[in-house]
């Protein structure tokens, strides 16, 4: 079952164990964050995948970033983040992201985010600091890149 993610306490375990930040850190991108919305895999009523969508621009054109996407380790493998992305596509229509590393890439073009853009085609009506020190960060490419469903 997908649905909305409120509890802080779930989003703090799932993003600690898979991205090893500080809850102090999770804790402060969710309250500060005004454009976005967290979506979880809930698996016997204890969430065990998530991602963020926020609202954001890529090349002129309204769209919504996936960030913070994670599985817990014992839950991976089932599907559960692909059937988030697919419910984000159905409900928002447009959605992208920056991919981590390389092997990222062929997994989010097999979810049928194909289209590429330069990241200076992305834009984010957030705080600096959320801009900088979350949703731009984690990136090992040497070229960043953004990843979209939709293209020209």
């Known amino acids: 079952m ?3 993610i409120k509890s802080v306490d779930d989003i703090v375990s799932l993003w600690s164990e898979a991205f090893g930040d500080s809850r ?24 065990v ?6 609202d954001c621009v890529l090349d002129g054109k309204h769209s919504h970033y996936i ?3 994670c599985t817990t380790e014992k839950c991976r493998k089932k599907g559960y983040m692909s059937a988030l992305i697919k419910h984000c596509v159905a409900e928002f229509d447009e959605v992208c ?11 989010y073009k097999r979810q049928n ?14 705080c600096r600091e959320l801009i900088d ?5 984690g990136c ?4 960043p890149i953004v990843l979209s469903n939709k293209g020209e």
């Open 67 to 69: 960030y913070a996407a």
């Open 97 to 107: 992201l920056i991919p981590a590393n390389e092997k990222l890439i062929e997994y």
């Open 113 to 126: 985010l194909t289209f590429e853009y330069s990241v200076d085609k992305l834009k984010f009506d957030e």
């Open 24 to 47: 102090e850190d999770i804790v402060f991108f969710i309250e500060n964050i005004k454009n976005a919305s967290c979506f979880a895999y809930y698996e016997n009523n204890k969430a």
């Open 133 to 137: 020190e979350y949703l731009y960060a």
């Open 140 to 143: 090992s490419l040497e070229i």
């Open 2 to 4: 997908i649905k909305t």
């Open 49 to 54: 995948s998530m991602l963020y969508l926020v």
